[in-house]
């Protein structure tokens, strides 16, 4: 299940942000994977007061989001998706800049996580379950 974690400053969460946010972030993966990822995608915002993020020292004065997306290894070398991981942090970096505007960019930080397979879980179980 590929799984968004964006921390970015509160104060740029007002309330109207955040649905734009999850879907253009939802729209992002689809971009490189189809429709089929959609409903497996899963977007939590983290908002972190300007006062307690510093850049470089001292507190931040740029809106600077961290994106780091969680999804099974497997998945960054599907058939007939060359470069996922390039593909995804480009998709991802646009669709900030798609809700927050241009001047966002070069401050945007994309992690993409490969999660291997045996090393997560739902409901207590291994997934996807180890081979017999």
Do not use: C
């Not at 669709?95 to 992690?111: K, Q």
């Amino acid at each position: 299940m590929p799984h968004f974690e964006v921390r970015i400053h509160e104060e740029e969460l007002d309330g109207e942000v955040e649905p734009k946010l999850i879907l253009a972030l939802t729209d992002a993966l689809v971009r490189v994977y189809g429709e089929r990822a959609r409903p497996m995608a899963v977007v939590e915002l983290f908002g972190i007061p300007r006062h307690r993020w510093g850049i470089g020292g001292a507190p931040a004065a740029v809106n600077a989001p961290i994106v780091s997306l969680n999804l099974r290894e497997a998945a960054l070398s599907l058939p007939g998706i060359s470069n996922a991981s390039t593909q995804l942090i480009t998709s991802v970096t646009d669709a900030l800049v798609e809700v927050f505007g241009e001047s966002v960019r070069p401050h945007v930080t994309v992690y993409v996580v490969g999660v291997p397979a045996g090393r997560s879980g739902v409901g207590g179980e291994v997934d996807p379950p180890p081979a017999n």
